[in-house]
């Protein structure tokens, strides 16, 4: 996939924005942009996020598993989403959202897609501030030592 991203974007016009369809696994969306793309959109956010597979800065988890029955932390601590943020009335733990997705509660996969979405377009702008900052191969590295850990 990366040979391919890289060898489309040679020949894409340099002024125009590139966006790739379909791509939107962490890993993946650092290799997009170090290859030249500008726009990701994908559903793994969401089709995760229903299925209970959410993304956190340590890699994903499937928060069904019973490691999180009696878990009361937030999906991820490093997260500022409206999900996990403790600050909020809004806080729900690992061990609440384990209870929703067991239970079939909609809510479950809701929360989970808000999680994700989050985490995702945070990644991003983090990304492109790394750019802007001109240390995109260093946040590279730190982001994915401990994701793919
Ligand atoms: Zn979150």
Sequence with gaps: ME???KWCNEILPKDKPRHLLGIGEPEDLFMGVEN???LFDCVA???NGRGGTLYTTRG???IRNAEYREDTGPIDA???CPVCQPATSTHY????LCHLYRAHEMLG???G???NLYFIINLVKKMREAILDNHFEEFKNDFLARYLS
């Design 109 to 111: 996969g809701t929360l």
């Design 3 to 5: 040979t391919a991203v």
């Design 60 to 62: 994903k988890i499937n």
């Design 93 to 96: 733990s690992r061990a609440y």
């Design 36 to 38: 030249g793309v500008d």
């Design 78 to 80: 490093d997260c500022t």
């Design 113 to 115: 897609s808000i999680h």
């Design 45 to 47: 956010p969401t089709r």
